[in-house]
Nanobody
Framework: QVQLVESGGGLLQAGGSLRLSCAAS????????MGWFRQAPGKEGEFVAA????????YGADSVKGRFAISRDYAKNAVYLQVNSLKPEDTAVYYC?????????????????WGQGTQVTVSS
């Protein structure tokens, strides 16, 4: 089992950048595929990015490719989402998630553990 705690959200203007962090508890961090999802007000949640257990492969939604980057630090049991060139439509609650075993997917229902979320608000 793993517990996830996100941080780093905030209010910023379009074009800005920030780094979201997700701290994972437990000593088995390396066995989880880690992902970021987001949910905007009044909209369904959507996949943002994911990184494999060994960190060798990353995946991103088309809407964020070239602007967002996911990474993980095994020494700190953490995963990060660097978000650049923010747009108002990026405004959402961002959630960190962990998937135990299997292959990467962008389907939220396949992820086993979730954090409480961190709010990102982008003004125009």
């Amino acid at each position: 089992q793993v517990q996830l705690v996100e941080s780093g959200g905030g209010l910023l203007q379009a074009g800005g950048s920030l780094r979201l962090s997700c701290a994972a508890s437990g000593r088995t961090f390396s066995i989880y595929i880690m992902g970021w999802f987001r949910q905007a007000p009044g909209k369904e949640g959507e996949f943002v990015a994911a990184i494999t257990t060994d960190g060798g492969s990353t995946y991103g939604a088309d809407s964020v490719k070239g602007r967002f980057a996911i990474s993980r630090d095994y020494a700190k049991n953490a995963v990060y989402l660097q978000v650049n060139s923010l747009k108002p439509e990026d405004t959402a609650v961002y959630y960190c998630a962990a998937k135990s075993g299997g292959l990467y997917t962008d389907q939220a229902k396949t992820y086993d553990y979730w954090g409480q979320g961190t709010q990102v608000t982008v003004s125009s």
